[in-house]
């Protein structure tokens, strides 16, 4: 497995800039060490975050059908895959209709990876595994090192929702510049629906999500020696139903510095002032059509669940 590691410099640089800029944030990558991988996989089983169980749902009801328009070989390249647990229900069908492929996960978390990379080995006897560790924007440019089968390239889980409107379309523009005509893309995003619905599944009754979170701010004190108290945080998430984004904040119930003992910086809050942490975007069908459109891809075809929560749209490369 290969591993491309951000240097303590990008780190600092990345967490610093946040933290210092008029509306701070933190980057939502660092949400995935390996108590953030936990807890996510904790958020995909709780009652109100349906996205995982939809996705499953598309998987297993139209899987046949969707894995019969990869054709016969191709590599899967899959962008945050996670713990895999609704990529399995493809390989499956995949391994049933006797499809020549390799799979290359690809994740921020490299404990993700390890796992899921032996936990395949065993379930599926004989599939050829792949994993690297490190940022979807780095691992773009191994694309084109990996042979001349076709590349159906995985984006799932409303992953693409975390990145704002703009920074989607300049990633989706990314990937098809290092594609070729006719390669794949299926991509997992999460749909409009009952404004309730959708912020429950980022404030659920548990706190999971509000553990999450906060998870982040003691990752920072973890690993680069910040002195965040979470108890003077306020999970904060809400859904902006004209835009179509959840927007998830921690928010300083009072005057507070923290301090950074790593690299030497005192980050100042105001009473009230949030830390922005993840947008998750929910599409409708012009949102999808737009996207595609505008980054160099054709829809093949939609695939959607019972509810009509989520859809699973299969892109080609024009
Ligand atoms: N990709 C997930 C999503 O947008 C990540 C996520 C789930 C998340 N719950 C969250 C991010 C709560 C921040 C806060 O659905």
Redesign the pocket.
């Given at each position: 497995m290969e591993k491309i590691v951000d240097t303590h410099e990008e780190i600092e640089s990345e967490v610093i800039q946040g933290l210092t800029s008029p509306q701070k944030y933190i980057p939502?990558k660092y949400?995935y060490d390996r108590t953030g991988s936990l807890l996510?996989q904790q958020?995909m089983g709780l009652p109100e975050y349906y996205?995982s169980r939809a996705e499953a749902e598309i998987f297993q009801n139209h899987g046949e059908n969707l894995v019969s328009l990869f054709g016969n070989a191709f590599d899967i390249v899959e962008l945050g895959a996670g713990d895999g647990s609704k990529t399995g229900i493809l390989i499956e069908w995949m391994l049933k209709a006797n499809k020549d492929f390799n799979y290359i996960p690809v994740d921020i978390a490299n404990d993700a990876v390890d796992q899921l990379t032996s936990q395949f080995m065993e379930q599926f006897p004989g599939l050829k595994v792949d994993g690297l560790t490190g940022d979807y924007f780095k691992m773009l440019d191994k694309l084109n090192a990996l042979g001349n089968k076709r590349k159906v390239l995985f984006f799932l889980?409303?992953?693409l929702?975390?990145f704002s409107m703009k920074n989607s379309l300049d990633f989706l523009q990314n990937i098809n510049a290092k594609l070729v005509k006719g390669d794949l893309l299926l991509l997992g995003l999460?749909l409009k629906k009952h404004p309730d619905i959708i912020l429950k599944a980022?404030d659920d009754r548990e706190g999971v999500?509000k553990n999450?979170?906060l998870n982040l701010l003691d990752r920072m004190n973890r690993e680069f020696g910040a002195d965040f108290k979470r108890q003077y945080f306020i999970h904060y998430?809400f859904y902006n139903s004209v835009n179509g984004t959840v927007c998830?904040s921690l928010v300083s119930d009072r005057q507070q510095t923290v301090n950074f003992k790593l690299w030497g910086n005192s980050i100042h809050f105001q009473a009230w002032e949030a830390i922005h942490?993840?947008i998750?975007q929910k599409y409708d069908k012009h949102a999808i059509q737009y996207l595609a459109d505008k980054s160099g891809f054709r829809i093949l075809q939609d695939f959607h669940d019972s509810n009509q929560y989520f859809v699973n749209t299969l892109w080609i490369k024009k």
């Open positions: 939502s949400f996510f958020i996205l889980g409303s992953n929702g975390n999460d980022y999500t999450f979170n998430p998830s942490t993840e998750s």
